[in-house]
């Protein structure tokens, strides 16, 4: 098995998203997390540390739509498969301080997509992957 520091830079950077899907438990296609304009950054960097970002960026949403908003940061480990972050911080109250946010990682070609573990959102069990791609080799 490759070492833990190899591992990690694979995945250490800045990134930003450039699409998100979701689909229920029977394959239909649900709306796009973050909307058809999502935008947000994720940033990992080589002490172990990680803050995501990620919103509806439409400037109006259509009535009735609220708008899509995570954050989080915490300290985070990577085994090559899955990201695992333990929260310290975050604006969604589902998410747990103290608890971890579960990713499967893989590659396509120069993307990262993440995949988090199936969820229930506005009462739909949803699979979502957010994909991403790196804007810088090392945070700033």
């Given at each position: ?6 591992l ?11 699409d ?53 940061c915490g ?23 103290g ?5 499967k ?36």
């Amino acid at each position: 098995m490759a070492d833990a520091k190899a591992l990690s830079s694979q995945i250490i950077g800045i990134w930003k998203i450039v699409d998100a899907t979701s689909h229920d438990a029977d394959g239909k296609e649900l709306p796009k997390p973050y909307g058809p304009l999502g935008m947000g950054l994720v940033t990992l960097n080589a002490a172990g540390r990680m803050m995501a970002v990620l919103c509806d960026g439409r400037t109006v949403l259509p009535d009735g739509v609220s708008r899509d908003y995570a954050s989080y940061c915490g300290n985070y480990s990577f085994d090559g498969e899955t990201l695992i972050t333990r929260v310290d911080a975050s604006a969604i109250p589902r998410i747990a301080l103290g608890g971890e946010q579960i990713r499967k990682v893989r590659f396509e070609g120069q993307r990262m997509v993440l995949t988090p573990p199936a969820s229930v959102l506005h009462g739909i069990v949803q699979h979502r992957e957010i994909y991403w791609e790196r804007v810088s080799e090392s945070p700033a």
